[in-house]
């Protein structure tokens, strides 16, 4: 089961933080072009690449660590309560939701410009819920897989 835990955090992780990544360039780009800033379609997949490869050594970080507490809570909570896999994808939002709003009262830093609006931020708790929600499938999946 530990296997399991490992793999499927690791691609939620992955497909949290590259959806979030994509998402928060996405919106800077849109706020840009809110101003008057032309910007065309080299610049918008380069800005995603450069964000992916920037962003991950420290978004990438306190996502992982956020999501690896967030799905040992809820997986803990899921035996306990016996509730449904949901309780992944809440948790994979959750994560992404505490970690913004800890993150400014304790460092006084906002992790990522697109988070500073409610869109913004409401789309890296959305990466979350994708997330959870592989986290989910790769968990059940390989539970039924055991148990033949």
């Given at each position: 089961m530990k296997k399991i835990f490992i793999l499927a955090w690791f691609f939620a992780f992955t497909v949290t933080f590259v959806l979030g990544s994509v998402l928060?360039?996405?919106f800077?780009?849109?706020d840009l072009v809110a101003i008057g800033v032309s910007i065309p379609q080299s610049v918008r997949v380069s800005a995603v690449?450069?964000?992916?490869?920037?962003?991950?050594p420290g978004y990438g970080a306190v996502i992982a660590l956020g999501l690896l507490?967030?799905?040992l809570l809820s997986g803990w909570?899921?035996?306990k309560l016996q509730t449904g896999s949901w309780l992944h994808v809440l948790s994979g939002f959750s994560a992404m939701l505490a970690i913004h709003a800890l993150m400014?009262?304790?460092?006084?830093?906002?992790?990522?410009a697109s988070v500073r609006s409610f869109y913004g931020l409401l789309a890296q708790c959305i990466a979350g819920a994708v997330?959870?929600?592989?986290?989910?499938?790769?968990?059940?999946?390989g539970r039924s897989?055991?148990?033949w």
């Open positions: 928060h360039s996405q800077v780009l849109a690449i450069d964000d992916l490869i920037g962003l991950l507490l967030a799905f909570l899921q035996q400014y009262p304790l460092m006084e830093i906002t992790l990522i997330g959870g929600a592989l986290f989910a499938v790769i968990v059940v999946r897989k055991e148990k």
